[in-house]
C-alpha cells in the first residue's frame, strides 16, 4: 500500500484566512519555524494506477495539482477511483464538489452521510448528472468492506470503519439528526491491503479506550488526531466566545492526553495530522514540537508519502 499524505492540517488550514494568532502571524510575515499546511487529506493506492482518497478536502483542487500520482494520464481521465467518508464534516465531503466534471467515482460512504449529502443538499446533484458518474456505496461501521473503483472492480484495498462519535455536523437539521443513525456520524478507518499492511486513519477522535489501543498496536501506521495540544487551547488564544471550546467539546483528544495514553503503543509508525493553526506543536522551535518528537511521534506535514 502507498499513503500519501496530500494535507495535513485541520479545518481552515495554516494559516487560516481569518486567523491573527501567533503561528498564523509568524507565517504570513515568512518568520515561522515550521511549514503551512492544507487541509487534511490522504490518498491511498494499492496497485500505484487507482488511488482512494479518505475524505474529500476544500483544498482537494490545489492538492491533487501538487501530486503528479494524481494527474490524467489520457486526455479525460483521473487516477482517482473513488473516495471513502469518514463523516460529512465540511473540511472532509467539500472536495466532492470540486471533482464534479462528469468523472465516474465510487463513494464510499454511511447511509447517513449519503443522505446528508444527496438529500438535504442538493448541490451534491453536481455529482449525478449523467448515469455513469457517481456511484455510491454505503457501508456500515464494524463491517468491512473493499474499495472499489466506480465500475465497482476491487482495488485490493479492505477497510474497517469504526465509529468514534455520534456528533452531527451543525449544518445538518435537528429534524434530520432524529433520523438517522447515531453510530453512522463520525467513524475512524482501518484499512488493510492484500499483502497485510495496516494503516488507521483517525483525524477526529474524542476518546481513547483500551480497544482502541489494542487495535493501533496492530497497524503499522498510525495518522492520528494532532488537532489541539491542549484542551483550552482555543479558549487561551482567543478568548471566549463562540469559538471559544473545549478540544474535547469539539471531539479532539488533546495531543498532550495522546501522548500519554497512547506510549505502551509501540509497534506503529506514529504521525499527528489533522493540526490546527493554533497548536504549538507546529512550530519547530517550541518545547511541544521538542516533547512529541521526543515521544516517538511525527507530525504530518503536507507531501509525505510512504509505503507499508
Ligand atoms: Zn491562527
Known amino acids: 500500500m502507498q499513503v500519501k499524505i496530500l494535507g495535513s492540517a485541520a479545518g481552515g488550514g495554516f494559516p487560516q484566512w481569518n486567523c491573527a494568532c501567533a503561528n498564523c502571524r509568524a507565517v504570513r510575515a515568512g518568520t515561522f519555524q515550521g511549514k503551512p499546511r492544507t487541509q487534511t487529506q490522504v490518498a491511498i493506492t494499492e496497485d500505484n494506477l487507482e488511488w482512494f482518497l479518505l475524505g474529500a478536502s476544500p483544498d482537494l483542487r490545489a ?4 501530486t503528479p500520482e494524481l494527474h490524467p494520464r489520457q ?10 467518508l469518514a463523516n460529512a464534516d465540511l473540511d472532509h465531503v467539500l472536495g466532492l464538489l470540486l ?10 460512504s454511511t447511509a447517513s452521510v449519503r443522505r446528508i449529502l444527496r438529500e438535504d443538499n442538493s448541490m451534491f446533484g453536481m455529482l449525478h448528472r449523467i448515469p455513469d458518474q457517481a456511484k455510491w456505496t454505503d457501508f456500515e461501521s464494524g463491517e468491512e468492506f473493499s474499495l472499489c473503483n466506480a465500475q465497482g472492480e476491487d482495488s485490493g484495498l479492505r477497510c474497517r470503519a469504526r465509529s468514534l462519535s455520534t456528533h452531527y455536523p451543525s449544518y445538518v437539521t435537528a429534524e434530520r439528526q432524529a433520523q438517522l443513525s447515531p453510530g453512522e456520524a463520525s467513524l475512524g478507518f482501518f484499512i488493510h491491503s492484500i499483502s497485510g499492511a495496516r494503516l488507521a486513519y483517525m483525524p477526529a477522535a474524542p476518546q481513547l479506550n483500551e480497544t482502541l489501543l489494542a487495535e493501533f ?21 482567543h478568548g471566549g466566545g463562540k469559538i471559544g471550546q473545549t478540544a474535547q467539546q469539539m471531539g479532539h483528544v488533546p495531543v498532550e492526553d495522546t501522548l500519554v495514553k497512547l506510549a505502551g503503543v509501540r509497534r506503529p509508525r506514529k504521525i499527528f495530522l489533522h493540526i490546527n493553526n493554533t497548536n504549538p506543536m507546529l512550530n519547530e522551535a517550541s518545547p511541544e514540537h521538542r516533547q512529541v518528537r521526543d515521544a516517538g511521534w511525527e507530525i504530518a506535514e503536507d507531501g509525505w508519502q510512504f509505503t507499508l
Open 75 to 84: 486526455e479525460r481521465h483521473s487516477p482517482i477511483a473513488g473516495i471513502a
Open 63 to 66: 492538492q491533487i495539482e501538487a
Open 99 to 108: 471533482l464534479r466534471e462528469l468523472q465516474p467515482l465510487r463513494i464510499h
Open 217 to 237: 498496536e496492530a497497524c503499522d501506521v498510525l495518522l492520528f488526531d494532532g488537532t489541539f495540544w491542549s484542551n483550552t487551547e482555543l479558549i487561551r488564544v
